[in-house]
C-alpha cells in the first residue's frame, strides 16, 4: 500500500503525464481498430437482340449475378411501350454452343351418347391444353390482354369450344337420326380422331413460341367473321332438316331452301351442311394460321366429301326429280 502511494506521488512529482509508465518512458499507443474493406457489389450488363434481325432491343444494366431468365425476361417487358407478355418471349444466350430455347414455364350405344361422347372428348382435350403456358413462380403474373381485341389463341379456344358445345346441344334437340345404334368401335374411332386433333392444335396454338397471323387483327377480324357465318349455316340446315322428318318417323323428302338465306345453299348442293362445316374450319386455320388446324381442315373436308358423295347418290336413287344442278358438297365442282 505505502509502495503504491510513493510510486503515484513520486510520478505526480515529476510532472510525467498519463501516458508515460512507470520508468518514464511513453506508453505504446493503443491499437487502432481496423475497418473491414466494404463487399464490391457485382452486376452484370445484358444487351437483348432479335433473335432473327440481330438487331438491339433493349441493354440493361444492374442485373443481378442470381438473377433468372424469368427476372430478366419481366425487366426486358418493363421496357417496351407498350409492355409485351413475358410469357410469350423467348430468351436465347448468343453462345452458338448453349444456344437453347427456354419458355416461361388442354353394349351397342346410340347415336347420341356415341356423338356426346366424342364432342365432350374433345371439349376437356381443348381445356387441357388451351390458355396461356404457367409461367415460372419468379415470373410474376402476366399481363393481361388489351381490352380492344381478343388475341389469337384466347380466340381460337373460345370459337373451338363454341363449335362443340353447339353440337352437342343439336345433338340432343335438333338432329333426329334414322338409325337406332351405331357400331362400339365407331366411339373409339372417332374419340381418338376428334381428341387427338384437339390436342395437337392446342398444343401448337398456345405454345410459348406461337407466331400470331401475319396480318395481325384484321386477319383474325375476317376469318371470326367467316367462322360465325358458316356457324350459323350449319346451325341453319341442321333445322331446316330437322323440320323435314316428322318426330318419331323415318319418311325422307327432297331438302328445298326456305325463307331463310342460309338456306339458299340447297339450290346448289346437296348437303350445304358440310359446306359450311368445311368453311368453318377454313376460317378457324386462317385465325389461328398453324399447320395443323389446315391439316385438321383437310382431313375432315375429305371425309366429309366422301359422306356427301353418298348421300348425294342416294337422292339420285330414291328420287327421279332431285335437282340436277347439285353438287355434293362444292357448288359447281364436286
Not at 376428334?194 to 398456345?206: S, V
Amino acid at each position: 500500500m505505502d509502495l503504491s502511494v510513493s510510486l503515484a506521488a513520486r510520478d505526480s512529482s515529476q510532472g510525467l503525464g498519463p501516458g508515460f509508465g512507470l520508468n518514464g518512458l511513453p506508453r505504446p499507443a493503443p491499437p487502432k481498430a481496423t475497418k473491414k474493406p466494404k463487399k464490391a457489389v457485382l452486376f452484370f450488363e445484358v444487351e437483348i437482340l432479335d433473335a432473327k434481325t440481330r438487331e438491339k432491343l433493349c441493354f440493361l444494366d444492374k442485373v443481378e449475378p442470381q438473377a433468372t431468365i424469368a427476372e430478366i425476361k419481366n425487366l426486358f417487358t418493363k421496357t417496351r411501350h407498350p409492355p409485351g407478355r413475358p410469357c410469350r418471349a423467348s430468351g436465347r444466350t448468343t453462345s452458338p454452343s448453349c444456344c437453347a430455347s427456354v419458355p416461361c414455364l388442354g353394349a351397342t350405344p346410340g347415336p347420341i351418347g356415341a356423338h356426346l361422347a366424342v364432342c365432350l372428348d374433345t371439349l376437356l382435350s381443348l381445356q387441357t391444353h388451351s390458355g396461356t403456358p404457367p409461367a415460372s413462380p419468379s415470373a410474376g403474373p402476366p399481363d393481361p390482354p388489351p381490352l380492344s381485341w381478343l388475341p389469337a389463341p384466347s380466340l381460337a379456344c373460345i370459337c373451338h369450344s363454341f363449335h362443340y358445345i353447339k353440337r352437342l346441344l343439336e345433338t340432343l334437340f335438333v338432329h333426329r337420326f334414322s338409325h337406332g345404334t351405331m357400331p362400339l368401335r365407331n366411339i373409339f374411332k372417332n374419340c381418338t380422331y376428334y381428341w387427338g386433333f384437339a390436342a395437337w392444335m392446342a398444343y401448337y396454338i398456345n405454345h410459348p413460341l406461337y407466331t400470331p397471323p401475319t396480318y395481325g387483327a384484321q386477319q383474325v377480324k375476317l376469318a371470326l367473321a367467316i367462322f360465325v357465318i358458316c356457324q350459323l349455316g350449319n346451325f341453319s340446315i341442321h333445322m331446316a332438316l330437322r323440320d323435314l322428318r316428322p318426330a318419331g318417323s323415318k319418311t325422307r323428302k327432297i331438302p328445298y331452301p326456305t325463307k331463310n338465306p342460309f338456306t339458299w345453299l340447297f339450290l346448289l348442293v346437296s348437303c350445304p351442311n358440310y359446306t359450311y362445316e368445311v368453311g368453318s374450319w377454313i376460317g378457324f386455320a386462317i385465325m389461328t394460321q398453324c399447320l395443323p388446324v389446315a391439316l385438321f381442315s383437310l382431313v375432315g373436308f375429305t371425309q366429309m366429301t366422301i359422306w356427301a358423295k353418298g348421300k348425294h347418290r342416294s337422292y339420285l336413287k330414291e328420287f327421279r326429280d332431285y335437282p340436277p344442278l347439285r353438287m355434293p358438297i362444292i357448288p359447281f365442282l364436286l
